[in-house]
């Protein structure tokens, strides 16, 4: 566990790096690489991605209530981001998820959510602040790290994990 948390820490500390020097589309795919990370870790036997992220997303992203999308418009904009670099997936083409569109700065993602309202177009795509995504992600692992700690079957099956997950070794040491 202590591995795996190690390694999000890293990937946390990247994606803040990416938002500090404004590189806003880096920091969403490594937002949305981490989730999957998470989710995977606990994936269901014959369980898909889409089904252990949205699960992750629900029990642990979503349960703040900053961000005013669902898990599938989430696991949407994940397959967007990652494979095409864009807001457009499968899923909100045929409209079963909505397109995620992206605030960050000082900009406010309720700016984008008036305008989608404004134009009638609330129901095709939502404002997500960049940076609350980032927070959202980093709040929910730790509810969910606290939650897999007080559980001693998870703690063993997310453990028994471990051994696929990288490790860094210092070289130095002997």
């Not at 020097?21 to 920091?27: D, H, I, V």
């Not at 418009?73 to 409209?95: I, K, N, P, Q």
């Not at 992206?102 to 795509?125: T, V």
């Amino acid at each position: 566990m202590n591995q795996l948390l190690t390694n999000l820490v890293g990937l946390c500390d990247a994606m803040g790096d990416c938002l500090t020097r404004k590189q806003q589309l880096p920091a969403l795919i490594l937002i949305y690489a981490g989730i999957d990370i998470v989710a995977s870790v606990e994936a269901r036997a014959n369980e898909g991605t889409r089904q252990s992220f949205t699960r992750w997303v629900d029990s642990y992203l979503l349960s703040s209530q900053i961000l005013r999308c669902t898990s599938l418009d989430l696991f949407a904009a994940r397959c967007a981001m990652v494979h095409t670099l864009s807001a457009e997936s499968d899923l909100s083409r045929c409209g079963k998820a909505r397109a995620i569109f992206y605030a960050w700065g000082n900009r406010e993602a309720e700016e984008l959510n008036d305008a989608l309202a404004h134009a009638g177009k609330s129901d095709q795509a939502v404002g997500v602040h960049i940076g609350q995504l980032r927070e959202a992600f980093l709040v929910g692992v730790d509810k969910w790290a606290t939650d897999v700690r007080q559980d001693s079957e998870r703690l063993k099956q997310v453990e028994a994990q471990g051994r696929k997950w990288f490790v860094n070794i210092n070289p130095n040491v002997h």
